[in-house]
């Protein structure tokens, strides 16, 4: 059974089905037990708190839409075809199109912009590479089956290869993942809020430069050598980041720093990166607002041709600034309530039955969680369908 409760898609759950009641037994993780747990309920759609019919309530948020002067379209839960809607909605409602995830989401997408970065897959670290690094991603508490599948699986292409496996952890000591029997997890310990200066370091080593100092963000310079030495000689080190993990710290210089590094990497021998995000549907937004706009969200359909701008497009700007006069929000996996806005904003939550969200909403129009009540199709973090 695969997943849909974050961007891993992890493919070989077991469940158990008793009822309208789904239990996970084998292979699960925190957000998979709580996701597959959810009760079953049933909830009509509502008009101005009432219930109505689903026609009704269709109806009803298509007048709102069409009496719009500045919808914004955001949240975007979704699968794959249901952002497709989406995007087509927005071109007929002249709306804004922004998503949930877009702020970490954003890190990446700047440094992309800018530079351009060698990117790996999920498959290609499993059976290939030789030396993880893991730049300050919570693996703990999210992903958790990363390391099971990805970093410790049980048959691998190269089983050499996996067995001999070097993973080192960079960033708080207090957030490394432990090592089990089957994997063994070096820790270089630091200021999590200046990964950035220790990833420039390494950077800085691994080109022959010498660094006059003992440490750098409570690092120690020794260990931090010991890690270029190891990356220089590694065949295939892959890079592991969360940029939604980067809290207090500079994101996108961290990310850049990464990316730079691997970028030098590649004079000499193979190196790559890979970001862990994009959890409910945001990798699936993004990349199939890319594919039918060319733009990676924050996109606008209200002038004559398409407007891309990332800092005015963004759903927190919009409201602050009071520039909208609708907000849909899509929600299928009932992990993100739609934000406050002003009581003259109308509101259409297209969301889980039985949502707290409905509430406060104008039109509520109840759907399923891709992948639990109906079928569809998802975008994992490394881009893969």
Same mark, same amino acid.
């Given at each position: 059974?695969?997943?849909?409760?974050?961007?891993?898609?992890?493919?070989?759950?077991?469940?158990?089905?008793?009822?309208?009641?789904?239990?996970?037994?084998?292979?699960?993780?925190?957000?998979?037990?709580?996701?597959?747990?959810?009760?079953?309920?049933?909830?009509?759609?509502?008009?101005?708190?009432?219930?109505?019919?689903?026609?009704?309530?269709?109806?009803?948020?298509?007048?709102?839409?069409?009496?719009?002067?500045?919808?914004?379209?955001?949240?975007?839960?979704?699968?794959?075809?249901?952002?497709?809607?989406?995007?087509?909605?927005?071109?007929?409602?002249?709306?804004?199109?922004?998503?949930?995830?877009?702020?970490?989401?954003?890190?990446?997408?700047?440094?992309?912009?800018?530079?351009?970065?060698?990117?790996?897959?999920?498959?290609?670290?499993?059976?290939?590479?030789?030396?993880?690094?893991?730049?300050?991603?919570?693996?703990?508490?999210?992903?958790?089956?990363?390391?099971?599948? =990805?970093?410790?699986?049980?048959?691998?292409?190269?089983?050499?290869?996996?067995?001999?496996?070097?993973?080192?952890?960079?960033?708080?000591?207090?957030?490394?993942?432990?090592?089990?029997?089957?994997?063994?997890?070096?820790?270089?310990?630091?200021?999590?809020?200046?990964?950035?200066?220790?990833?420039?370091?390494?950077?800085?080593?691994?080109?022959?430069?010498?660094?006059?100092?003992?440490?750098?963000?409570?690092?120690?310079?020794?260990?931090?050598?010991?890690?270029?030495?190891?990356?220089?000689?590694?065949?295939?080190?892959?890079?592991?980041?969360?940029?939604?993990?980067?809290?207090?710290?500079?994101?996108?210089?961290?990310?850049?720093?990464?990316?730079?590094?691997?970028?030098?990497?590649?004079?000499?021998?193979?190196?790559?990166?890979?970001?862990?995000? %994009?959890?409910?549907?945001?990798?699936?937004?993004?990349?199939?607002?890319?594919?039918?706009?060319?733009?990676?969200?924050?996109?606008?359909?209200?002038?004559?041709?398409?407007?891309?701008?990332?800092?005015?497009?963004?759903?927190?700007?919009?409201?602050?600034?009071?520039?909208?006069?609708?907000? =849909?929000?899509?929600?299928?996996?009932?992990?993100?309530?739609?934000?406050?806005?002003?009581?003259?904003?109308?509101?259409?939550?297209? %969301?889980?039955?039985?949502?707290?969200?409905?509430?406060?909403?104008?039109?509520?129009?109840?759907?399923?969680?891709?992948?639990?009540?109906?079928?569809?199709?998802?975008?994992?973090?490394?881009?893969?369908?």
């Amino acid at each position: 059974m695969a997943c849909p409760f974050c961007s891993l898609l992890c493919d070989d759950l077991t469940l158990t089905v008793s009822g309208d009641t789904h239990r996970v037994v084998k292979n699960g993780c925190p957000q998979a037990t709580s996701g597959f747990g959810r009760p079953y309920r049933s909830a009509p759609a509502t008009i101005d708190g009432q219930p109505a019919s689903q026609t009704a309530a269709v109806a009803a948020a298509a007048q709102i839409l069409k009496r719009a002067r500045a919808p914004l379209i955001s949240g975007l839960a979704t699968d794959v075809e249901g952002m497709r809607e989406a995007v087509h909605l927005a071109e007929k409602s002249r709306a804004i199109l922004d998503s949930a995830d877009s702020t970490s989401f954003d890190h990446n997408v700047r440094v992309l912009q800018s530079r351009g970065w060698y990117m790996t897959t999920l498959a290609e670290i499993r059976n290939r590479s030789d030396l993880v690094v893991i730049v300050g991603a919570d693996i703990v508490h999210h992903y958790a089956n990363f390391l099971r599948r =990805v970093i410790a699986p049980k048959h691998a292409l190269h089983p050499r290869r996996r067995r001999a496996r070097r993973v080192v952890y960079i960033g708080a000591k207090a957030a490394a993942p432990a090592t089990t029997a089957a994997l063994n997890i070096e820790c270089l310990a630091c200021d999590p809020t200046r990964i950035a200066e220790v990833i420039g370091v390494l950077r800085a080593l691994v080109a022959g430069r010498t660094i006059h100092a003992a440490r750098v963000a409570k690092a120690r310079i020794r260990q931090i050598n010991d890690l270029a030495k190891a990356i220089t000689a590694a065949e295939y080190p892959v890079f592991v980041w969360a940029p939604a993990h980067f809290t207090g710290a500079p994101a996108d210089l961290a990310i850049q720093a990464i990316t730079r590094l691997v970028d030098d990497l590649n004079q000499t021998q193979r190196a790559a990166g890979l970001s862990l995000g %994009g959890d409910h549907g945001g990798m699936s937004a993004a990349n199939v607002c890319t594919w039918l706009t060319g733009y990676p969200l924050h996109v606008s359909f209200g002038a004559k041709h398409l407007d891309y701008d990332p800092i005015r497009y963004r759903t927190p700007r919009l409201l602050e600034d009071d520039a909208i006069d609708t907000l =849909v929000w899509i929600d299928a996996f009932g992990q993100a309530a739609p934000p406050a806005t002003r009581r003259e904003v109308k509101r259409i939550v297209i %969301g889980l039955p039985g949502s707290i969200a409905a509430i406060a909403a104008n039109v509520f129009i109840p759907i399923g969680s891709p992948g639990v009540d109906h079928r569809g199709s998802l975008i994992r973090t490394d881009s893969v369908v």
